[in-house]
């Protein structure tokens, strides 16, 4: 049976162990624990310096990177897509320096921008599965061929998009479509997307 004195017993264990500890920590190996720490810290010290140079590289090669693209692009690109008119479509959370980048270099190789689609977060949240099924059921009258069953609602709503700012016939492109306001203005009540320029004069690529 455990007694008043197993408890003593155990409590001085304790206190020497700290009495020990102590007297070690502040004599014989107080000099090897700080070399220790020391050593530690340092060493801390040093990573933390080699990765800010090893970022500082990176941000500089990225840099030289992207001076070498810009530099070439416009030759690269002169030219190249003279005569056709392009739409340009966003993602969410795409960066206005990055589409305005593309722009630029679509520009520069001749191309004549319609206007810019925004895909909006309604056009992918799961919760808003609804609103897209009414929207392509309103909207599925106008593209043709209608896109098979199989696609799913979402293959079908990205067909309706293609139908509004897309077309194959070149002869077509630029001109105003009714149908193509339509589907743009009800993708547009619904949030799904916004749009900039005059996307509904269809093109006939898209970026």
Known sequence: MIDF????????????????GVVLGAGPLKESIGDTLSNQVDGLVRD??????????????????DTFITSLSGPLVAGQLGGRS?????????AKDDADAVTKVLRAGGAELTGQ???????FDPAQKELRQQVVAS???YVDPEPPAS??????LAAV????????????AGEP?????????ALTAGDLVSVQGKPQQRATAAV
């Open 5 to 20: 004195r197993y408890h003593l017993v155990s409590l001085v264990s304790v206190f020497m162990a700290l009495a020990i």
């Open 48 to 65: 933390k310096t080699a990765l800010q140079q090893a970022v500082a590289n990176r941000d500089q090669q990225i840099g030289n990177r």
């Open 86 to 94: 392009v739409v340009l479509v966003t993602l969410p959370g795409t």
């Open 117 to 123: 689609v925004a895909l909006q977060d309604r056009w």
């Open 139 to 141: 909207q599925l009258q």
């Open 151 to 156: 696609a799913g609602s979402d293959g079908q």
């Open 161 to 172: 998009l293609a139908r509004a700012v897309l077309t194959g016939d070149i002869a077509k």
């Open 177 to 185: 479509d009714a149908q193509a306001e339509t589907i743009l203005g």
